[in-house]
């Protein structure tokens, strides 16, 4: 049985029930983390709250709980829930209001729901042990807010079923100008020639924690080249390797595009050096 945080309570995740008059259910109103742990140990935390606080304040919801406090209800959660490798995730929605409004009201109490769900043992850089990667390509035709970590998830959603439809399991988008954005629920790194490439942050991308932390993680711990610069899909297209990042998956090796072989199609050197180095720093301090 999983054990949920709900209005102030733990309860069986079952159990667990909201008005049909909550934002977040009528709107999609809300803000939503994903934080990784193994036992007991949440990674990359600072990082999370940081970026949770960025997404409410941006769409003027006002956070009743501290960090600390939060981080409590974490902790209890996960121990409730067994310490194995868990993944966190906490909503916070605008609440409920008992007019179904655009316009959103000053002062509603948020809405925290938490709960925690199984994530696989952490990766060793190992590629016999870890999930080779098929995905496919889309213009992206999401909306024009994509750094927030809004509840509002359509535009991934729809993009993950042109994925599943075409039996891959992601989907690299690429904006009107064929130039790299994200994929449906990762952050994407393509290395060419030794070099790490990733496209800068702005509005069509969210930040990726572990994409933040792989890239500290590699300028500070090895000797590659990395950079934040834009990527078209021709470059894509023949990159020596194609990675995926995020909490739940670290750095996932991409081994075909669109049917395509991404170099020899298996997982390259340079991700195993990334997801190795990844491995010794997981629980490094960021902020
Ligand atoms: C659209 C999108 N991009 C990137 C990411 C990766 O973010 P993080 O590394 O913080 O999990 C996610 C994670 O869910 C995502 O949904």
Known sequence: MT????????????EAKISPMDRGFLFGDGIYEVIPSHGGKLIGLDLHLARLENGLNEIGIKIPWS???????????????GNGNLGVYLQITRGVTM?????FPANTPPTLFAYTFDIPAPSSGDPGKVTHWKVTTRQDLRWQRCHLKTTSLLGNVLHMMEAVDEGESEILLFDAN???????????????????????????????VTRDMALHILRVHSSLNVREIQ????????????????????LAPVVSIDGQLVGDGVP??????????????????FE
């Open 99 to 103: 007019k179904r409004n655009h316009a």
């Open 231 to 250: 990527i078209t899909k021709e470059e894509v297209l023949s990159a020596d390797e194609v990675w995926l990042s995020s909490s739940t998956k670290e």
């Open 178 to 208: 064929n130039r790299l954005t994200e994929a449906a629920a990762c952050n994407v790194f393509v290395v060419h020639n030794n070099e790490v490439k990733t496209p800068p942050l702005d509005q069509h991308k969210l930040a990726g």
């Open 67 to 81: 960090r600390d406090q939060l981080t409590n209800i974490f902790t209890e959660l996960m121990e409730r829930n």
């Open 3 to 14: 054990v949920a945080f709900l209005d102030d309570e733990f309860v069986p995740l079952e």
């Open 268 to 285: 390259g050197p340079v991700w195993v050096q990334a997801q190795s180095l990844f491995d010794q720093h997981r629980f490094d301090h």
